[in-house]
């Protein structure tokens, strides 16, 4: 049982290139979240979503995009990087929306 | 604003000693409460949780005490191990919803 799977673990973009940070899970959770780890900001959520085909915005959703065309994946796009997108990203699944979720090892993005 | 804040950044306990990490929110939508471990390189894992009508829960030696008019809980770990040196996030979410607020974490240290 692999759980939460992200890829890359490490990714150094230059300013204004485009990526996406993969996101896989095999527990056939409803909820699956993005969020960003900043030095002295805990963990801000930027996408999540309530099931397939429904997504909707967190707390820092700019700069951002998501979808969710199957139960399992949940890829999180960077449309023009930027530096203040330098950041540790997780993500997380879970059965319900109390909370109690599973995270990914997370992706470190570095963009110069 | 900071929803749920964590104003001790670290905390050093002798090993076999309690250790008491605090946190405040300012929600009073929040109605379930989280706590996470996580250590270096790796994800947040889930620790313990209670619900808003509850005062108290305990696993182990992990237990949660929510104080609703203050705003406050904790999270008391005894006795204290090596191992549970760790960074800890508190998190709150609305029932229902999955988003997830964290704080900035706490740094705990176990000295043997």
């Known amino acids: 049982n692999a759980g939460v799977t992200q890829t890359p673990k490490f990714q150094v973009l230059k300013t204004g290139q485009s990526m996406t940070l993969q996101c896989a899970q095999d527990m056939n959770h409803e909820y699956m979240s993005w969020y960003r780890q900043d030095p002295g900001m805990g963990l801000r959520l930027i996408h999540y979503s309530v099931g397939a085909g429904i997504t909707d915005q967190g707390e820092v959703p700019n700069g951002y995009n998501v979808s969710r065309s199957t139960t399992e994946d949940f890829p999180l796009r960077l449309l023009s990087a930027a530096p203040s997108q330098t950041s540790v990203y997780f993500c997380a699944s879970s059965y319900t929306g109390t909370g109690e979720a599973f995270f990914g090892q997370g992706t470190r993005l570095t963009v110069v | 604003d900071q929803q749920v804040k964590q104003n001790s950044p670290s905390l050093s306990v002798q090993e076999g000693r309690i250790s008491i990490l605090n946190c405040d929110y300012t929600n009073s939508m929040f109605d379930y409460f989280l706590w996470y471990k996580k250590y270096p390189a790796e994800g947040p894992t889930f620790l313990i949780s209670i619900s808003s009508i509850k005062d108290k829960n305990e696993d182990g030696r992990f237990t949660v005490f929510l104080n609703k008019s203050a705003k406050h809980l904790s999270l008391h770990i005894v006795p204290s191990q090596p191992g549970d040196s760790a960074v800890y996030f508190c998190?709150?979410?609305?029932?229902?919803?999955?988003?997830?607020?964290f704080g900035q974490g706490t740094r705990l240290t176990i000295n043997p």
């Open positions: 998190a709150a979410s609305a029932l229902g919803a999955q988003k997830l607020v």
